[in-house]
């Protein structure tokens, strides 16, 4: 039975590498998999996804104002679809998934943040919280121990940055994973 899957973590939760991994064991069994990626994604390069891990493979790109169901239709046959940084689409794109499920019967694995670097939702993951059948977060801890849920964004002398564009592409240069209690102390140590 197809499902709509949302699978998210914190940066550093190893979604990527989950991605390919999932992937490869589609593969494995010979089925054919569709792998995509927004195209405001271009840190390894427009087409690829690459894990912290050194894994990585080519995806076909989605931008913006794409039909998804249209561009799955042109793509040719697919198994499955598996996408990462599935945050970065659109509302619409994730109810065009939502369809492939329903009408293709394809299951659909979505790989993401949940939010943003002040704990707001991205549009694509809200969406993907309404709509996927499964949701499942793909853990990792902050530098206490406690699970971490914040996307902390740091500017280059470490510190918790609070302002800026819902939108910055970066790795663990740009961005730690925290706990909500070690980022709001972050936060007001730093205001003092």
């Not at 998804?68 to 689409?89: C, M, P, T, W």
């Not at 809200?126 to 801890?141: F, G, P, Q, Y």
Request: net charge negative; with cysteine; hydrophobic share 40%.
């Amino acid at each position: 039975m197809a499902k709509l899957y949302f699978k998210y973590g914190a940066m550093g939760s190893s979604k990527s590498a989950q991605a390919l991994i999932t992937k490869f064991n589609y593969e494995e069994k010979g089925m054919s998999v569709w792998l995509i990626k927004p195209s405001i994604d271009t840190r390894d390069g427009a087409d690829i996804i690459r894990s912290r891990i050194g894994l990585e493979a080519h995806a076909h790109v989605i931008l913006p104002e794409d039909n998804i169901v249209e561009k799955y239709k042109a793509a040719g046959k697919y198994d499955v679809i598996i996408a990462d940084e599935s945050q970065f689409f659109t509302s619409g794109q994730i109810d065009q998934l939502r369809q492939l499920v329903d009408e293709q019967s394809l299951p659909v694995l979505c790989f993401g943040l949940r939010t943003d670097f002040l704990t707001h939702f991205f549009p694509g993951a809200m969406r993907l919280m309404e709509l996927a059948d499964s949701i499942t977060e793909i853990k990792t801890v902050c530098s206490c121990g406690r699970k971490a849920t914040v996307n902390a964004r740091i500017d280059g002398e470490g510190n918790v940055v609070t302002e800026g564009s819902q939108v910055l592409l970066g790795g663990n240069d740009s961005y730690i994973a925290m706990c909500h209690k070690c980022w709001k102390e972050k936060i007001r140590s730093q205001a003092e």
